[in-house]
């Protein structure tokens, strides 16, 4: 899609839509640029809407306006599931809904023999036994570096970091220019399968150490309303091993030095995971069998409103590109399109008043055009 408003053309293609995992409801990450569009609100009546396993990091927040629109389209969700146990509690006392519920992430539900195909061409089993570090965050970055220098002395081990691999200059700066920054995913799926100890701030890398059965040491920063701590805590609560996380404050040597020594019980772990896997795939299963709510005339209308003006905006935004050298020159006709661009973010019918005022939008495009022929 070229742009934004042809995602509403999804209509037309797609019978349901089912919303994955990670911290798509993230208003920190991924709000603050996309609004609404991670809560499905470009979504018509006549289709259902799941949310499978996604996350808010900890709780939904962000400006009130925000919450009041995030709040209002998850409650037009056919059925909704959530990664965290405390998301399902914020969800729940949000919309008053008492039918959300925790699942696993996805990667659980895979067969594992999918991400051992990925990893196969990749020889890490033959080299010499190492900690892997998957660090991605820059905070604490000094006592992450230490956590790792003290497990591979401690263990005997020799040490590859791989660093955020979408800023790999910040990534070389904090953990030093042998840190890895651009390897694929089969190579990283790799490194964790064969490492003696993962040690990390990635979510799904502890996903990738439960899978494989790596023992592993969890380093973050520090609890907070804007930190995602929950996502770690919430998983590693569900296998029984709240333990193995350790905040700033509590990477000591000694703490370093007691978790690379104490044992897992895998066989509990894949216990309590097995049932979380039946629970989540059963859960899906249902959800994509729930019938089409009712849907009220007043909705119909809203989207035939809404496609209306997502269709406008596609003309706009084609007319945008091919004249982009004449705006550059014309404030007060680039502000007429940067007008008609903002008409896709109402709120209510009332706010849909303007752009059907046919004389405006007339009014716009003879500009255009005029302009056009005049450069031409």
């Known amino acids: 899609m070229e742009f934004p408003g042809e995602i509403n053309r999804m209509n037309d293609r797609c019978e349901n839509f089912i919303l994955g995992s990670d911290v798509v409801w993230s208003y920190r990450?991924?709000?603050?640029?996309?609004?609404?569009?991670?809560?499905?609100?470009?979504v018509e009546s006549g289709h259902k809407k799941i949310a499978f396993a996604s996350s808010f990091g900890n709780t939904l927040s962000g400006p009130e306006e925000y919450?009041?629109?995030?709040?209002?389209?998850?409650?037009?969700?056919?059925?909704?599931?959530?990664?965290?146990?405390?998301?399902?509690f914020s969800a729940k006392k949000l919309t008053g809904r008492d039918d959300i519920v925790q699942v696993l992430d996805p990667v659980f539900l895979c067969d594992k023999k999918l991400f051992d195909e990925l990893g196969s061409c990749i020889n890490d089993e033959k080299q010499t036994p190492?900690?892997?570090?998957?660090?991605?965050?820059?905070?604490?970055?000094?006592?992450?570096?230490?956590?790792?220098v003290i497990a591979a002395e401690h263990l005997q081990l020799g040490i590859l970091t791989c660093g955020n691999p979408n800023d790999?200059?910040?990534?070389?700066?904090?953990?030093?220019?042998?840190?890895?920054?651009?390897?694929?995913?089969?190579?990283?799926?790799?490194?964790?399968?064969?490492?003696?100890?993962?040690?990390?701030?990635?979510?799904?890398?502890?996903?990738?150490?439960?899978?494989?059965h790596r023992p592993f040491i969890i380093v973050y920063t520090e609890k907070?309303?804007?930190?995602?701590?929950?996502?770690?805590?919430?998983?590693?609560?569900?296998?029984?091993?709240?333990?193995?996380?350790?905040y700033a404050n509590e990477m000591t040597s000694e703490?370093?030095?007691?978790?690379?020594?104490?044992?897992?019980?895998?066989?509990?772990?894949?216990?309590?995971?097995?049932?979380?896997?039946?629970?989540?795939?059963?859960?899906?299963?249902?959800a994509m069998d729930l019938p089409l709510r009712k849907t009220e005339n007043m909705e119909y209308e809203l989207d035939v409103q809404k496609r209306i003006v997502s269709e406008q905006s596609i003309q706009i935004s084609i007319l945008q590109k091919k004249v982009e050298t004449i705006l550059e020159d014309n404030k007060?006709?680039?502000?007429?399109?940067?007008?008609?661009?903002?008409?896709?973010?109402?709120n209510n019918m009332n706010d849909l008043k303007e752009p059907y005022q046919s004389c405006v939008f007339k009014e716009f495009f003879q500009k255009i055009r005029k302009m056009y022929l005049k450069k031409g």
């Open 332 to 346: 007060c006709l680039r502000n007429d399109l940067n007008h008609f661009k903002r008409l896709q973010q109402f």
């Open 67 to 88: 919450i009041k629109k995030a709040v209002q389209n998850l409650n037009e969700f056919h059925a909704i599931s959530i990664r965290e146990d405390c998301g399902v």
């Open 130 to 148: 190492f900690v892997f570090a998957y660090l991605l965050k820059k905070e604490s970055s000094d006592l992450k570096k230490k956590t790792v």
């Open 224 to 246: 907070s309303d804007i930190t995602s701590h929950q996502r770690f805590g919430s998983l590693l609560k569900l296998c029984g091993l709240d333990d193995r996380i350790l």
């Open 255 to 286: 703490n370093i030095i007691q978790l690379c020594d104490r044992k897992i019980d895998w066989n509990d772990v894949e216990y309590r995971l097995n049932k979380s896997r039946a629970f989540s795939v059963q859960w899906l299963k249902k």
């Open 29 to 42: 990450i991924v709000g603050k640029d996309t609004d609404q569009f991670f809560f499905l609100d470009w």
């Open 168 to 212: 790999s200059i910040a990534s070389k700066e904090t953990y030093g220019d042998d840190v890895l920054t651009d390897l694929n995913v089969g190579q990283w799926i790799s490194k964790i399968k064969n490492c003696s100890i993962y040690i990390g701030d990635s979510y799904h890398g502890l996903c990738f150490a439960l899978l494989y």
